[in-house]
């Protein structure tokens, strides 16, 4: 079947079909990454339109292929983004991708913030993740529109407890992550980051606002090879809000620096394209293994 196309609102959006009568609606407001294209997907399977609403920056086009509906909006466009879904009568959202929080610091009428936006920064007691993303998902429930658990449509991505690959972490490197796994929480706790890099129990790096890639080639550098790579949700972590997630590139970011190990959270971690991900961390000599 053939996709009619339409633009919509000063060609901000791509309508692919007419709207059926009473369908589930979900919107999927999306960042960089293919989470958000592999939720798409699973969404679609159990019933949902999706539309999904690319933040410029740093999206790009790739999800429009996977959503019945697709919105470009500036992210500092909020009070658009909240017509928008109220428009078309979403009341289900899930946020997924990448967003750097480095966008803030850098020149901030590139972001373009319309009156909402610059009253919600405002409003803000910090600039955290766990702060920034809560206040995010109160104004969505002051608008009725609930945001549902990232979760919720990749229970299939979570990380398995146990060795995932032909690989298995060398004796000193089980000491790495049990060393490694109270800082890692710790760090979450204090709403840091992620993500620590570990040596012979040594911390090489902390994730803090560049991000896990950034984190994996600072400390993967300082420790020179066979890097021990943590990445763990938070003992606070809202399961709708910032899942740990891991992909290609996080191997080949591992493969630049000669990291040999990535330890995650089972059961509060998302491996995108897990198959492909086993297979390219045992072709990368990787060793994966999910901690409970």
Known sequence: MSLKKGIRDQGLGISKQPIPPNPRLLGLIAGMGDLPMAIALEAKKIGY?????????PADESLKDYVDDFYKIRIGRFGTIIKTLKKLSIKETVMAGKVPKSLLYQNKASLMPDLRAVKFLLSLKDYSDDTFMQAISAELKKEGITLLNTTAFTKNLLTPEGVLTKKHPQKNQWKDIEFGWRIVKEIGRLDIGQTIIVKDMAVMAVEAIEGTDETILRGGCLAKENAVVIKASKPQQDMRLDV?????????????????????????SIIIDKERFIKEADKAEIAVVGVK
């Open 49 to 57: 339109r999706v539309t999904g609403i690319a933040l410029q920056p």
């Open 244 to 268: 740990p997630v891991v992909g290609i590139n996080t191997l080949l970011t591992m493969k630049k620096v000669k990291a040999n190990l990535l330890a995650l959270e089972a059961g509060k």
